[in-house]
């Protein structure tokens, strides 16, 4: 197993740090538990459920249950197991990995003083795939053969809007009757009452109108547009470890039940393509993706490597560098510029770029 990760903290270092150095044995220690499903098998067959739940492997091409024990119980057990593939156990033991891991960070937060939380995204190549794992708003994107595949989505009050209101809508006292699950285009005057506004909640994807009522004038709980969207007029990102003791702003309301731990986990088949020296992953940190788009990204990236010697091992290093540099751009006298003059990036930016060798070389050795 290969495992890359970023870990973008914010109100604090102490989540990203100890995510940073644990999440990957979590990883490693759940797959060791099914090792003998996928020990020294290229194409190991589906696994089945037993009825005590116990996995075992199933025979393709008889259909027939592996197990020695009880075969004759075998076609009674047809209708009670499901067949799950490798892939999906992969991604189970990832998604179940960053539960425990924000756990562990619950657990131990007083203990080491652990403050605020993470955006955390992860790659791990195992057995001819990429598994790439996301919760926050970072970024990985593949280019191949000069085509961008991405491999994440960025979870923000925006994009997760009716997974926050359902919530709010379900669990009104999570809303500490300070704020509505109702999102309107603007704030509500008390002067609107009766009045009608448009506005959309956790079953509607367009907006209809609506009569204000006095609830109606409580704070969105989703405000702002684009990077100035918020949970609560605190935090911008929707999903990520840690953040167990964020409040609302001089109140008791918790943000964290609103703030899932569950990444996205993305599948891609390395061993289906052929891959050539400038094919490569590209993680990234919000920082980097705020003012460079996936094809600006991938165009510098390519450009780069092809002006390398194909046998520099540090050109995908450089390359990392040459994109930190165009996102940060150039300190002027009214602050760091891009070559058009926008704005350069001012948040923190951490960048891997690795190669995807294919299968005459070792795979994904550097970055």
Known sequence: MHFWGVFDGHAGSGAA?????????????????????????????????????????????????????????????????????LESLVMGIIENAFKQMDDLIEKEKASYSISGGCCALTAVHLMGKLYVANAGDSRAIIVRNDEVIPMSNEFTPESERQRLQYLGFLKPELLGNEFTHIEFPRRIQHKELGKKMLFRDHTMTGWAYKTIVEDDLKFPLIYGEGKKARVMATIGVTRGLGDHDLKVYNSNIHIKPFLSCCPEVKVYNISEHKHGSDDVIIMGTDGLWDVTSDREVADAVTTFLSRCEPNDPMRYTLAAQDLLMRSRGVLKERGWRLPNDRLGSGDDITVFVIPINGSNSPPLERQ
């Open 17 to 85: 740090l100890m995510a940073s150095k644990l999440l990957h044995r979590l990883i490693r220690d759940r797959l060791c538990e099914v090792a003998h499903l996928i020990e020294n098998q290229s194409s190991p067959p589906p696994i089945c459920l037993a009825k005590n739940g116990s996995p075992y492997q199933a025979d393709q091409k008889k259909g027939a249950c592996l197990d020695a024990e009880d075969q004759d119980a075998c076609a009674d057990r047809f209708h009670m197991e499901k067949v799950v593939s």
